[in-house]
């Protein structure tokens, strides 16, 4: 494909810097650009600009003396998607069921839609129109899929758990596994009977690996908008609130309530029984104990807030310094008392 610099920022309705008419033949990362290529470059990136090898670079704010031409947008991220998928189009998927998949009783499927090969879809499942179900998906009975969404190789979604519209499953995501619920009597775990379901609200998507329980009763709720990456496990009867960041590894245990435009960085775990705020992030690793207010920013295990966990971090580097002076203001401190002593 070949496009010119004044056709791409067209497309991301950007103003260009410098010779319009360049064309541009591929996309590259900042560091690995060449001349017949277009990156972009915020943030400390664009300081180093003119060390970038680009035959263009979509920029937020024009950089004087730059090496090459320029895009300038207000988002140069969101405008670097769009070029990213004009110059690396979607794989067409066949819009047929194939002959291997197996639909039981009762099944509706809209128009347009999917279905792969050695797909199994049971009893009494709503499948919406422009639906595409890739190879090996399993869906359960009563499962409801809205329009528009994406359902990637070897996923599965158990029976009764409703999918909105826009919702994407990468490969081997677990929709509805039963929640984890025991009663345990004289050391001897019962299993309890989770019979409720997940909801998925409209333009969630979930990444590879990723389980979300069902609700012992009622639902397990992801709402709209949320983007959960891989490997996360959410426990029966979490709710999660709309625009939300779960990044890879979080955990989050059963019943716990999230509010909206929440960040989970990687690895951080949450106790359950719990209620988080609006606007909340959690640094990397952050052990979550308890209820946080909205607006808070948290860190550490167990959490505290961001500012307080820098302090303690900045003296624990400084501990083995501290331990010598301390031992040897104890040596001091012996020494007059023996003085002390012989006075």
């Given at each position: 494909?070949?496009?010119?610099?004044?056709?791409?920022?067209?497309?991301?309705?950007?103003?260009?810097?410098?010779?319009?008419?360049?064309?541009?033949?591929?996309?590259?990362?900042?560091?690995?650009?060449v001349?017949?290529?277009?990156?972009?470059?915020?943030?400390?990136?664009?300081e180093h600009?003119?060390?970038?090898?680009?035959?263009?670079?979509?920029?937020?704010?024009?950089?004087?003396?730059?090496?090459?031409?320029?895009?300038?947008?207000?988002?140069?991220?969101?405008?670097?998607?769009?070029?990213?998928?004009?110059f690396?189009?979607?794989?067409?998927?066949?819009?047929?069921?194939?002959?291997?998949?197996?639909?039981g009783?009762?099944?509706?499927?809209?128009?347009?839609?999917?279905?792969?090969?050695?797909?199994?879809?049971?009893?009494?499942?709503?499948?919406?129109?422009?639906v595409?179900?890739?190879?090996?998906?399993?869906?359960?009975?009563?499962?409801?899929?809205?329009?528009?969404?994406?359902?990637?190789?070897?996923?599965?979604?158990?029976?009764?758990?409703?999918?909105?519209?826009?919702?994407?499953?990468?490969?081997?995501?677990?929709?509805?596994?039963?929640?984890?619920?025991?009663?345990?009597?004289?050391?001897?775990?019962?299993?309890?009977?989770?019979?409720?379901?997940?909801?998925?609200?409209?333009?969630v998507?979930?990444?590879?690996?990723?389980?979300?329980?069902?609700?012992?009763?009622?639902?397990?709720?992801?709402?709209?908008?949320?983007?959960?990456?891989?490997?996360?496990?959410?426990?029966?009867?979490?709710?999660?609130?709309?625009?939300?960041?779960?990044?890879a590894?979080?955990?989050?245990?059963?019943?716990?309530?999230?509010?909206?435009?929440?960040?989970?960085?990687?690895?951080?775990?949450?106790?359950?029984h719990?209620?988080?705020?609006?606007?909340?992030?959690?640094?990397?690793?952050?052990?979550?104990?308890?209820?946080?207010?909205s607006?808070?920013?948290?860190?550490?295990?167990?959490?505290?807030?961001?500012?307080?966990?820098?302090?303690?971090?900045?003296?624990?580097?400084?501990?083995?310094?501290?331990?010598?002076?301390?031992?040897?203001?104890?040596?001091?401190?012996?020494?007059?008392?023996?003085?002390?002593?012989?006075?």
């Amino acid at each position: 494909m070949e496009k010119t610099l004044q056709e791409l920022a067209t497309l991301v309705g950007g103003r260009v810097v410098g010779d319009e008419s360049i064309v541009i033949t591929e996309t590259r990362g900042f560091e690995q650009a060449v001349k017949q290529s277009i990156t972009f470059a915020i943030g400390e990136y664009v300081e180093h600009i003119a060390l970038c090898q680009a035959g263009a670079v979509i920029v937020e704010s024009e950089v004087k003396d730059a090496p090459m031409a320029q895009i300038v947008v207000d988002n140069a991220k969101a405008a670097f998607a769009q070029v990213l998928e004009l110059f690396h189009p979607p794989v067409v998927v066949p819009r047929e069921v194939h002959s291997t998949a197996i639909i039981g009783d009762n099944v509706t499927l809209g128009n347009n839609v999917a279905i792969g090969a050695y797909c199994v879809i049971n009893d009494n499942a709503v499948i919406g129109d422009n639906v595409t179900i890739r190879p090996y998906v399993y869906i359960g009975h009563n499962v409801r899929i809205g329009e528009d969404s994406d359902i990637y190789a070897g996923a599965i979604v158990h029976e009764n758990c409703i999918l909105g519209k826009r919702v994407v499953l990468r490969a081997k995501a677990v929709i509805g596994g039963e929640g984890f619920g025991f009663a345990t009597e004289n050391g001897v775990h019962t299993h309890i009977p989770q019979v409720g379901n997940v909801i998925l609200e409209d333009d969630v998507e979930i990444g590879s690996c990723t389980t979300i329980d069902n609700a012992t009763m009622g639902s397990t709720l992801v709402r709209r908008g949320t983007k959960i990456d891989n490997l996360v496990h959410l426990g029966h009867n979490v709710e999660i609130g709309e625009d939300c960041f779960l990044i890879a590894q979080v955990g989050i245990a059963g019943s716990t309530k999230c509010g909206n435009h929440v960040i989970f960085a990687g690895q951080t775990g949450c106790t359950g029984h719990i209620t988080i705020g609006d606007n909340v992030q959690f640094a990397g690793k952050t052990g979550i104990t308890g209820n946080v207010p909205s607006n808070s920013i948290m860190a550490g295990y167990p959490m505290r807030p961001h500012k307080e966990w820098l302090k303690l971090a900045a003296y624990e580097n400084r501990l083995p310094d501290m331990v010598k002076t301390v031992k040897q203001l104890q040596k001091e401190i012996d020494a007059l008392k023996a003085q002390l002593k012989e006075s």
